[in-house]
Each structure stands twice: as C-alpha cells, then as structure tokens.
C-alpha cells in the first residue's frame, strides 16, 4: 500500500520527537536536559507563530504578549491553588480569551494587516511597562505578588495531576514538556487538514476570492488567531515551569523579535521549521554567552541579516526543496479548498 508522501512526513515527525523524548535523557546530564526542556518551551512559542503566520497569514509583532500572558496566568493561578492541574488549563484560557476579544476589534473592525501587527506589538509594550510598575506590596491577585520588574520568584512546578504533593522532577518535567510539543503539533497538523485549515490556507492565498465563495474571513481569522495564542500560552506555562520564574522580560520586543526570527530561519509556511529555528537559534544564544565573545543580540541579527539575504526560504524548504525535491516533508498546503476549486497560489 503507497503511504501518502505529506502523512509519511507526519509520521517520521512523531517518531522523531518520540526518539528524542526518550533517548536524550540516556546520553544528556540533568544539566542539559534542563536546557533542552527550555528549548522545548521556545519551540512550542515558534510553533504558534509559525502556524499563526506561516498558515493564517496574521502577522503577529506582539505574540510575546499571549506567550507572558499564559505563564503569568499560571504562576499567579499556581500560587494561589496550590495544585497546577487547573492553573496549566488557565494559562491556555486567558491568552485564548484575551485574544478573542482583541481578534474582534481587529478583524470585525477590518484593520489591514500592516495595522494589526502594529496593534499586537503595541499591546506587548503596553503589558510590559504595565507588569513592570506593579512593584510593591500593594500589587498582588490572592496571594501572588506581581513583583513588578522582580518578577515573581519561586513558581511552583507542574505536579502530578490532581496531586499538589507530587512535584515533577526535572526529568518527568522534561518528558511533560516534550509530550506537550508533541501533542502540539499533532493537533496543529490536524487542523491543517481539516476543512478549517484548508479554508485558512485559502484565504491566506486569495481572502477576495474565498468571501466570494461564502466563507467570512473574520471569523476564520479570529479562530486561528485564538488557537495560537493558547499554543502561545501554553509555551509561556512551560517556560516558567523551567525556571520556576517569571518576569515582565517576557513581554519585552525582544521575544517578539526572536520568535519572529526563529520562524524565518527555520521556513515559513511550514510547522517543522519555526520548531528548528527555536532550537537552532536558542542553542547559538547559549554557546555565545556562555563564551562572553559575541553579544547575543549582535550575533541574533547577523543571523537574521545572513538568512533574509541568502537562504529567504528558510531551513525547511530548502532541504525540501532542493535537497528533497521527491519527498515534500511539510507542505504548506494538503488539500484544495473545500469547494473543490482550485485556491491561487
């Protein structure tokens, strides 16, 4: 029986981060998989973008402020419950809520794209300076002190579910986090090749053409803007469970930025690159601080500059495209728009 090229790439996908799940803590210290599992997290944040711009057409320049609204909205929930069953469930719900009511005005109000990056980015300054001018003991929610440009310390770590007595280690938090990434992108993928994601993916080729035929691009749009800021979200929740930390820094230009260039590193249009370019580009960061040689921001734009000038594509479909011109491992589009027309690319 010939297996579909597109659902064999999907299956390697699985296979792949399953191997990795499992074989990386039998030849990583305790060091590096704690290392690793912050890779994860910065993973699972490009992969919202990815999916919000690569297949959506949204360009989000503020989606660093669904990504701190998750993992604050799981340290102040954790802290004050106790048990991180429910508060993972909030940090996926509030981005989720709080981009629906932003999608709206954006989207219903018909804001043209170029505006709509400027309003997210907007929203990411305003949640910073705000989070940051909440120092003091008059700023809490229960018993969570917002810590203003502090932070707020001593995170409590996800826990077995339903049992606030069972904190994980840094090796199941490890496997929790993968697992997640995994779980991620299989429902991403899923999505795509359903009948919503085809109608995304067409409106992201011609929104003219797809109103025409009887879908409203607003609604589509907003949809996809929710699902990924709970992925978004979700990744904030990972990345203070990895350092047990949070602080306004997460909502500062220079997230936004990055997951701006994990995703054009690791290819647009694709799931797999922007989750390439996290690692790719987290791993470079590491190694130059811990040399003290290159400033970290200086070599993050020599990297951007070097790939928008010689490799625009991105890592992904370049090696699809070149080095793998039989097999297309992640296309950008599975199936032709519901209506059985053909969608312009």
Known sequence: MKIDPRWAGFLVMVALGLLL??????????????QMTVF??????????????????????????????GGYAYAIAVINLGDSTLPVVIAVAVPVVFAALLGYFMFYGRISDAYIGVITLTVSVILFELVNSTSGDAYHIGAAQLGGFNGIPGVPPLNMPG???????????WYAAVGSLIMVYIVLRAILASRFGRVV???????????????????????????????????????????????PTVFSLTMSAQVIIFVLVGGLGTLLGPMIG????????????????????????????????LVPQGVVPLIRDKVLPFAKLVPRQSKPIPTGAEVPR
């Open 278 to 309: 996290a690692v790719g580009i987290e791993y470079l960061i590491t190694i130059a601080g811990s040399q003290h040689l290159v400033d970290a921001n200086l070599g993050l734009g020599i990297v951007l500059v070097a790939f928008v000038l």
């Open 163 to 173: 049992d606030s007595s069972s904190p994980l280690d840094p090796g199941q938090m």
């Open 21 to 34: 799940m499992f074989g990386l803590p039998q030849v990583l210290d305790l060091f590096g998989l704690v």
């Open 201 to 247: 993916v067409a409106i992201r080729e011609n929104e003219t053409r797809a109103m025409l035929i009887g879908y409203d691009p607003r609604f589509y749009k907003l949809l996809t803007f929710m699902i990924a800021a709970g992925v978004a979200g979700l990744a904030g929740c990972l990345f203070t469970n990895w350092g047990g930390f949070i602080s």
């Open 40 to 69: 994860v997290a910065m993973a699972m944040f490009a992969l919202s973008q990815g999916f919000l711009w690569g297949y959506g057409g949204i360009m989000s320049f503020g989606q660093a402020a669904f990504f701190g609204l």
